[in-house]
């Protein structure tokens, strides 16, 4: 088997073994990236002489004895709204389109500290704003299950890397399921942490109350492995929790028996694919066969949870988008005529259509006169969505359900329709409001080949149970791994 098409952990064993060598590694990715990335176009740069020397360090460091971690020598991909220092960081928008930060985001830095190849940056729906990576203003990445449907988003890049093994793992960012969506749609494990239990320094913020960093991998035990590199407090980011971080992977093969697991009813309701749901259903089961304890619980204010989200996200987008005018850093409109007219046409034309919207959507429910009737009522009923999960997990130690409501759909079908692309994100949405940890893990595919994921969601900053019952089911189901075949061979 070629080495990139293998699993972190194989590799870090083989690493450690001295079996083979991070070049070799680092080599065989970039290999991959030359042979498919031109019809996936999952990456916006790649840094291949800096990939290879990072490699060359760690295979020193492991010649020389000194202490190594799960990363050291492993590619790994970003996506492209974390600050790298000497790499461009253009969250997909003409905006940013030329800007080099001068710092690297915590997580960044934890991964080179650890000895981490980083091999480039991946593409994404602009600004995170997207459920289809159709919203980048550079790319429009494919699907490697099928090159005619989207991979989801906005972590659609980050997510075909993996499915398409031009990374080993990746780090995405998870908004209103912008990691565990295209997770599901491309047939990888797709992680949000809780809030506040990965550093959001470094991190172009969307919306600053939902945003979480989370990892990208082939299977479970990957992403228990590069979670336990990237999570841990931060000072320099006031939402940072100053929680221990649990050994996620040493934890991966205790027993679940007796555990309760919830399925909440809302989230199997009219629009559902009959496919995605006999196959969360068979995934259900497969846990209550292992010992766990099933039962149906309800989470009554679901119904809400879009237009909740579509009031604080974009409100909060309007406030953290205002810096972009043109003045310090990004791009400048220079045919403006005065002060305000270069505010104007540096925004617009500095941003794509549905970052506009989504801007004008959180001014207008901020502004004057309506913020009562829609910002604050929003962080109402968040409270209420919010106070539906404390009570199921009063008895419930994970729930389960579907991640979207169908597979992944063609390019096209929902640009023209905004709200059935929101709709998209209906089962993973709820998730962020709560500030909760949720994975989505491979559970099956369609008649038509399709990847289908499973939702396992878990108690805030339960991260170790919620890796368990993941790997349970992974070991159990058998779906996690299988790949997608690229011009004429398996990938």
Not at 85 to 92: E, I, R, V, Y
Not at 140 to 148: F, G
Not at 183 to 188: D, E, L, P, T, W
Not at 391 to 411: E, G, I, M, N, Q
């Amino acid at each position: 088997m070629e080495l990139y098409n293998c699993s972190l952990e194989e590799l870090w064993q083989r690493l450690e073994q001295g079996e083979v060598s991070s070049l070799e590694v680092t080599r065989s990715v970039f290999g991959r990236i030359a042979a498919v990335d031109d019809t996936i176009a999952a990456y916006l740069e790649t840094d291949e002489k800096g990939a290879l020397a990072q490699a060359e360090a760690a295979d020193e460091c492991r010649r020389k004895g000194e202490k190594t971690t799960p990363v050291t020598g492993i590619p790994l991909g970003l996506k492209d709204l974390l600050s790298t220092k000497g790499l461009k960081t253009t969250c997909a928008s003409r905006m940013l389109a030329d800007y080099r930060p001068e710092y690297d985001a915590t997580v960044v830095a934890r991964l080179r500290e650890a000895g981490a190849v980083i091999t480039g940056k991946l593409n994404m729906d602009e600004f995170a704003m997207g459920s289809s990576t159709e919203n980048s203003a550079i790319k429009a990445t494919r699907n490697p299950w099928d090159l005619k449907r989207v991979p989801g988003g906005s972590s659609g890049g980050s997510v075909a890397a993996v499915a398409a093994a031009t990374a080993i793992a990746t780090l995405g960012s998870d908004t209103g399921g912008s990691i565990r969506q295209p997770a599901s749609f491309c047939g990888v494990v797709g992680m949000k942490p809780t809030y506040g239990r990965v550093s959001r320094y470094g991190l172009v913020a969307f919306a600053s109350s939902l945003d979480q960093i989370g990892p990208v991998t082939l299977t479970v035990a990957d992403a228990a492995l590069l979670l336990g590199v990237i999570a841990g407090h931060d000072k320099r980011d006031s939402t940072s929790v100053d929680l221990p971080v649990a050994d996620y992977y040493g934890a991966l093969k205790k027993d679940i028996k007796g555990l309760k697991i919830g399925v909440p009813k809302e989230y199997f309701g009219a629009g559902l694919d009959p496919e995605v749901e006999a196959a969360v259903r068979l995934g259900c089961s497969q846990l209550a066969a292992s010992g766990a304890q099933l039962d149906d619980v309800s989470l009554p204010h679901t119904d809400y949870a879009v237009a909740t989200y579509y009031l604080l996200a974009t409100a909060e987008a309007s406030s953290n988008l205002a810096r972009y005018d043109g003045v310090k850093y990004g791009f400048r409109a220079d045919d403006a005529d005065g002060l305000l007219d270069m505010y104007r046409k540096t925004r617009a034309q500095g941003f794509g259509d549905e970052v506009k919207r989504r801007i004008m959507l959180g001014t207008y429910a901020l502004s004057s006169g309506y913020y009562d009737a829609y910002y604050r009522k929003a962080q109402q009923v968040r409270t209420l969505i919010t106070r539906d999960f404390d009570k199921v997990f009063a008895d419930c130690d994970v729930l389960v359900s579907p991640v979207c409501p169908t597979p992944a759909f063609a390019f096209g079908e929902k640009v023209d329709d905004p709200l059935s692309m929101y709709l998209s994100d209906i089962l993973t949405i709820p998730v962020n409001l709560a500030g909760l940890p949720a994975i989505s893990v491979p559970c099956g595919f369609t008649k038509a080949g399709l990847p289908i994921g499973l939702q396992i969601i878990a108690k805030p900053f339960a991260e170790e149970t919620l890796l368990r019952v993941a790997w349970h089911y992974e070991q159990l189901a058998g779906w996690s791994g299988h790949r997608p075949t690229l011009a004429g061979e398996a990938v």
